[in-house]
């Protein structure tokens, strides 16, 4: 069984920053991507940022600049360094990994609980 769990949430001034950590655990061959999504209220999810092992991070618009997306293989885990936080990044967010696991033919989508970020004064 695989799981991911994530750490780092909280609340913020607007301007501060945050770090959220991912770690990925159990039965795994391999992990061929790591992101990181979130969803504000009201609001459908957005894909925030993701790392291959293969290709530059990528990040949506609004967080280009502010957001560094990292990735620990040795410890399977993912990062989020958010920086110049914002009112309008306040949401729920949530570690997806893309893992091949053991006993499974195919790779499979994992997400993590879901960790709050709130950004007010």
């Known amino acids: 069984q695989v799981q991911l769990v994530e750490s780092g949430g909280g609340l913020v001034q607007p301007g501060g920053s945050l770090r959220l950590s991912c770690a990925a655990s159990g039965s795994i061959v391999r992990i061929d991507a790591m992101g990181w999504y979130r969803q504000a209220p009201g609001k459908e999810r957005e894909l925030v940022a993701s790392?291959?092992?293969?290709?530059?991070?990528t990040y949506t618009d609004s967080v280009k600049g502010r957001f560094t997306i990292s990735r620990d293989n040795a410890r399977n885990t993912v990062y989020l360094q958010m920086n110049s936080l914002e009112q309008e990044d306040t949401a729920i967010y949530y570690c997806n990994a893309k893992i091949k696991p053991r006993f499974y033919l195919v790779t499979r989508d994992y997400w993590g609980q879901g960790t709050q970020v709130t950004v007010s004064s």
């Open positions: 790392i291959t092992s293969s290709i530059s991070p």
